[in-house]
């Protein structure tokens, strides 16, 4: 930044409602000649070939989803140099800064533990929420004021060595205040911020909240200079079962290269060292709808209605009647009044289709077809 720049940042926080003065533009005035002869580094890729180590970005999903899990996981990742992340190829290891606007920090801390296995993180720093709160000043990304010292934390950062390549910013509602979120307009300051944070080299993470829509909540100006946007969502099929956090993962924009594996179903489990890890359910999308319903009818506390396993399936109560009606048909399923249970052909059905999670029935050759 030149003196001369700097000090009209400092006349435009002393008097933020005044215009600021002219300039003249014609210096920055590029010929594409000129731009062609630059010499200029290559673009460097952060993860995969969707974030540049110089970009901004969002995850956006509905509450409790696990988005939150999600970009913690992925900063995990990327300070530890893990290699590879949801399939994805991590290009470099670098340190994470990670601004909470919501969580208490011990639970902050218990997800770190978890991620990690316990090991020590010096390259994941945290900008904690609860104790700002407790001063009565939480962050605001909105703010001039605020954004400065922002900025002024990220330098000092820098001059202990511990400079971020990556910024996860979680969550937009709870780190913005004093502004309609839907006014195109109140949302320039923060758009701006953010741009120039990726112009400072920085890779920016926004985690940010779905509409009634599914699409990201606000000013829809927010998203135009973005590189791109991972929506999460409810998953279909056998992850619907998995307890922990769970979702179907997609772009809806990129502006770089799509990755290979850019759409799939991702379940947070332990690992086989017993830390909390996420994985790609490379079989969601191919369990049937049959081996759902028997799923939800053996997998129930008690017998499940019809109304019950279409609300877990996620399909509407003609879809589920239609394939419960065809499963006791094929003699899988019993219904009387009380609801639907399984016989051991269908749990002959659910061990083929999950043999490590469903015992098979007494006698299962009765079941197999002689070839």
């Not at 020590?120 to 605020?146: A, F, K, M, N, W």
Request: aromatic share 6%; proline share 6%; hydrophobic share 40%.
């Amino acid at each position: 930044m030149t003196e001369n720049s700097q000090l009209q940042e400092l006349l435009a926080q002393a008097m933020p409602n005044q215009a600021p003065p002219p300039r003249n533009l014609f210096p920055f005035v590029v010929s594409a000649t000129e731009l062609m002869k630059r010499d200029m580094p290559p673009k460097q890729m952060l993860l995969s070939t969707f974030m540049p180590r110089s970009s901004f970005g969002m995850v956006v999903a509905p509450r409790g989803i696990g988005k939150s899990w999600f970009s913690l996981a992925l900063g995990v990742a990327i300070s530890t140099g893990q290699g590879v992340f949801l399939g994805w190829k991590i290009h470099q290891q670098t340190r994470v800064l990670y601004v909470d606007g919501e969580m208490q920090t011990i639970d902050i801390r218990d997800r770190i533990k978890a991620l990690s296995g316990g090991q020590e993180l010096d390259s994941l720093d945290i900008l904690p929420s609860e104790e700002l709160y407790q001063e009565g000043r939480p962050v605001c990304l909105d703010d001039r004021t605020e954004q400065s010292q922002i900025e002024a934390m990220l330098n000092a950062l820098e001059a202990e060595g511990r400079r971020p390549g990556l910024i996860i910013l979680d969550n937009l509602s709870t780190l913005r205040r004093g502004v309609d979120e839907n006014s195109n307009t109140e949302t320039q300051s923060l758009v701006d911020f953010l741009v120039k944070l990726r112009h400072s080299t920085y890779a920016v993470l926004v985690v940010h909240h779905t509409n009634k829509a599914g699409k990201q909540r606000g000013a829809s100006i927010i998203e135009v200079p973005m590189d791109y946007v991972i929506e999460l969502k409810k998953p279909e099929g056998g992850a619907i079962f998995h307890q922990g956090a769970n979702f179907e993962l997609s772009f809806s924009k990129i502006r770089g290269r799509a990755p290979e594996n850019a759409n799939f179903v991702a379940v947070l489990d332990e690992d086989a060292d017993g830390k909390l890890a996420f994985s790609v359910d490379h079989a969601a999308f191919e369990v049937s709808d049959d081996i759902m319903v028997l799923r939800v009818v053996a997998e129930s506390q008690k017998i499940p209605t019809q109304r019950a396993i279409a609300a877990k399936v996620g399909c509407s109560a003609g879809k589920a009647n239609k394939v419960i009606q065809k499963l006791a048909k094929d003699g899988m399923i019993e219904k009387d009044a009380r609801g639907t249970r399984l016989t051991d052909y269908g749990r002959y059905a659910l061990h083929e289709a999950f043999p490590d999670r469903y015992d098979p029935p007494p006698n299962p050759e009765r079941f197999q077809i002689p070839f």
